[in-house]
């Protein structure tokens, strides 16, 4: 593709993924988002574990000379005692220095994470049925409230929902059988994607207990300690730091969010303003909220914009929403690559990493056990027609 608006990717999530490396390479994607999920969080990445996760690529490309290579950590997870300011802090962010520093010398130059408290995506349908018999993930507020109160039992969590809002949980739940509500909660502690432990209703009691006196306000100034920390050693190590923003972006079981919106940006930018500090641009998480404008996102902080996640979300109301197919919802995504397109060419710059996120289970995948959101056909989907519509903006507007 002449002159591409993006490096096609793809996340994997290592040698016990589901969706192997051969099918990434039939895929299309040449660059390999991955990370070393194994490593306990806080621990340090160690110069011998990220080779031996690099090797694994070069092995591939040996047996098959379509090339792969590591462009993209996602995640370099940042310990819970960083984001509640825990006295032990000091320690964990000195690891996570090192762990910047010896990815900078093994060539990987981008680093995506997130300051999520205790949970990152959150959604309450890890297998909703769609009309052609495909699934996807679903977040609905309603039953959220649901899981909250009923299931978890959050102490005054009722103080955090809309009156009517809490009227019609009520009223959902009286109604819901013990198949509806294990399905619930199984969706709602599902093991995040790579981790093997995931969450149990005693280790999520726990982490919201962790949270408790900790504002918006606060967190948000550990983000920046953490940022000032942090960024200086990623610009001597080559890294570029890409934060995510917040799924869904607005509070959930009474945590708080702080990269949700534009003017959270503003303040991250503005009080750590090396480009380095830079953002994952994703369209779902961003476009979960009416309120976000998503092109006016790309165009204002485009040159710190270092990786993207496209795909789109079907609102429904303010209180629901589900992936939908990567060229529909409420995304509008032929204009969000349009954009891009422009930006690059105003400000000169390479093609930025981009993979498809949450794709469909469907096809011969709904038999299969995979991380929910990343079987391999849908993904494929997805990254076929985004590919198609790069090329035919760029074709379209070139010749």
Known sequence: MKNPIFEQSWRWYGPHDPVNLQTV????ANGIVTALHHIPVGEVWSLEE?????ALLDKSNKENPFPLHWNVVESLPVHEHIKQGKADKAGYIENY??????????????????????????RTNVRYELEDGSTALLHDLEDLIVFDLFILKREKAEEDYEPEMVERAKRKYSGMTKAELDRL?????MALPGDQNGFTLEKLRKG???YKGISAEQLRENLVEFLKEVIPVAEE??????????DPPWPVLGLPRVVSTAKDLDHIFDQVPSKTNGLTFCSGSFGASEKNDLPE????????????????????????????????????????????????????????????????QMLDDLEKTTYPGYSAIGRLRGLAELRGLELGIINSLEN
């Open 208 to 210: 919201l207990e962790d």
């Open 185 to 189: 909660q199984e969706s709602l502690l």
């Open 50 to 54: 990220i080779d031996r996760r690099k």
């Open 97 to 122: 220095k090192q762990s910047l520093r010896n990815l900078g010398r093994s060539g990987i130059t981008r680093i995506c994470y997130n300051f999520m408290p205790v949970l990152d995506w959150l």
């Open 237 to 246: 190590a080559g890294v570029k730091m890409a934060i995510h923003p917040d």
């Open 25 to 28: 390479k039939q895929a299309g």
């Open 297 to 360: 996102i790309i165009r204002r902080y485009y040159h710190r914009i270092h990786f993207v996640h496209l795909r789109s979300v079907q609102r429904e109301g303010n209180s629901r929403f589900y992936e939908a197919n990567h060229l529909e919802g409420s995304a509008k995504m032929h204009k969000l690559v349009r954009t891009f397109y422009e930006c690059q060419k105003g400000q000169n710059r390479g093609p930025i990493p981009m993979r498809p996120d949450h794709g469909h």
